[in-house]
């Protein structure tokens, strides 16, 4: 294992569903003794099945095996419940495997949450002191590390307030100024830079990238954020069901991950959780249906057809609608507006007909958010509605042809196009 930083030998991690217990040591002895009675249970629910929730098991981890070598960044992407917190973990020692051998070569440190191993009551100086000794540093080493780890956290005038009066975005700044800078030799990391501003993200995935370079640190980071995967990792595994699904190329393990979390429909209903609160919305969409395709499958150069389903609750006048084009790494890359799309009056029904090309798009998979909008003299709009995953589909180069996550056509930059209306 001289080249390895870890290794894992069908590893398995099996939880127990539903309570376990009841909570007292007298109802456990009496559930005991039912069962060697073969008699009903009397702590047993209403309409609950004696010994079922007992013995309900699930794998959140299925005969795992995997080797990670030293200095590598390995990204880890998958649907919630995949497994990957409970993989980092077991890495961190925060539980064990129920079957399975895991051999880490050094130390490691962890962020699987904002603010892991912090006292709320203490200064931020106490608490990095605190967090580097349950990271398995000397006070030594933390001293002689401490200036960089408040310099890069940018909380000097905060370090020695309490940190219980810290934002989310001040625990995660200090969280990782501490992971990042003492000596460990394996960095594992679990979605925390969400909570922080995107110049921070920045400053953090360059260290993620300084301290494996340089140090030659193993970095192990799951996030459901695309972009900052194909930045920093050079390779990226999908994990589903507990199990590995791929690991490879990034582009391909994306483009794995995309297929699983895209749902390609023809009709979507908005629901409530589609649209922000803050919105005006005195217009509702309610429907919107691609009109042109059975299977949501375009071929470069279609054109796409929807209509849209609205409701007003009042009259409203000088409305547009916008269309946000985002492919399978979750990056904008199209947007489609249209002309006023006429008045609205309070308690009507509205149908909007609409099209656009897909030349700006390539290969892969979309989702586009519809944004309904009203616009001043100024040229300042106001959103009156917006609903996400309004229409998913596939674009394909030619029939049968495969397809390339991303889009080399666009260079990295958003095309602009016009959402016609139809008549």
Same mark, same amino acid.
């Not at 509702?284 to 279609?302: A, I, P």
């Given at each position: 294992m001289n080249n390895l930083a870890i290794k894992m030998e069908h590893v398995t991690k099996e939880y127990r569903?539903?309570?376990?217990?009841?909570? /007292?040591?007298?109802? %456990?002895?009496?559930?005991?003794?039912?069962?060697?009675?073969?008699?009903?249970?009397? $702590?047993?629910?209403?309409?609950?099945?004696?010994?079922?929730?007992q013995n309900e098991k699930f794998l959140a981890l299925n005969d795992i095996s995997l080797e990670v070598e030293k200095g590598e960044i390995l990204g880890i992407i998958g649907h919630n419940g995949a497994g990957k917190s409970t993989l980092l973990k077991l890495l961190s020692r925060v539980t064990a495997p129920t079957r399975g051998t895991i051999g880490i070569n050094g130390r490691v440190a962890s962020m699987l949450e904002v603010g892991t191993g912090f006292h709320p009551e203490l200064t931020g100086r106490e608490n990095i002191y605190i967090?580097?000794?349950?990271?398995?540093?000397?006070?030594?080493?933390?001293?002689?590390?401490?200036?960089?780890?408040?310099?890069?956290?940018?909380?000097?005038?905060f370090i020695d307030t309490p940190i219980k009066r810290y934002s989310s975005g001040m625990y995660v700044k200090l969280?990782?100024?501490?992971?990042?800078?003492?000596?460990?030799?394996?960095?594992?990391?679990?979605? !925390?830079?969400? !909570?922080?501003?995107?110049?921070?993200? #920045?400053? @953090?995935l360059g260290k993620m990238g300084d301290v494996s370079k340089e140090d030659g640190r193993t970095v192990l980071y799951v996030s459901h954020n695309m972009s900052t995967i194909k930045r920093l990792c050079k390779q990226c595994m999908v994990l589903g069901n507990g199990q590995i699904l791929y690991r490879g190329d990034v582009d391909h393990a994306i483009d794995i991950y995309s297929n699983n979390l895209f749902r390609l429909d023809t009709v979507h209903e908005f629901k409530r959780a589609d649209y922000w609160d803050y919105y005006?919305?005195?217009?509702?969409?309610? =429907? @919107?249906?691609? /009109?042109? =395709?059975?299977? @949501?499958?375009?071929?470069?150069? %279609?054109?796409?057809?929807?209509?849209?389903? @609205?409701?007003?609750?009042? #009259?409203? #006048?000088e409305?547009?609608?916008?269309?946000?084009?985002?492919?399978? /790494? %979750?990056m904008m890359t199209g947007i489609a507006c249209s002309a006023m799309v006429g008045s609205f009056r309070k308690g009507q029904d509205k149908v909007i007909e609409f099209q656009t090309g897909t030349s700006m798009l390539s290969a892969g998979?979309?989702?586009?958010?519809? !944004?309904?909008?009203?616009? $001043?003299?100024?040229g300042l709009s106001t959103t009156v509605d917006l609903g996400k995953n309004a229409m998913t589909f596939q674009i394909y180069d030619e029939p049968c042809a495969e397809r390339i996550i991303g889009n080399p056509r666009l260079g990295g930059f958003t095309r602009y196009a016009d959402l016609e209306l139809c008549v």
């Open positions: 569903l539903g309570a376990i217990g009841s909570g /007292t040591l007298r109802g %456990d002895l009496q559930s005991l003794f039912a069962r060697l009675r073969h008699r009903e249970d009397p $702590n047993t629910k209403i309409g609950e099945t004696a010994g079922k929730s967090n580097g000794a349950i990271l398995g540093m000397s006070r030594a080493e933390i001293t002689r590390k401490y200036d960089e780890i408040v310099e890069f956290a940018e909380l000097e005038k969280a990782f100024a501490v992971a990042a800078h003492l000596d460990n030799e394996i960095l594992v990391m679990d979605e !925390v830079l969400a !909570v922080g501003d995107m110049k921070f993200q #920045d400053k @953090c005006a919305r005195t217009i509702q969409m309610l =429907t @919107c249906e691609l /009109t042109n =395709t059975k299977d @949501c499958v375009y071929h470069y150069g %279609d054109t796409i057809r929807a209509r849209l389903h @609205c409701h007003s609750d009042m #009259d409203t #006048d409305i547009r609608l916008r269309a946000e084009f985002y492919n399978g /790494t %979750d998979n979309y989702r586009v958010t519809l !944004v309904l909008y009203s616009s $001043n003299a100024l």
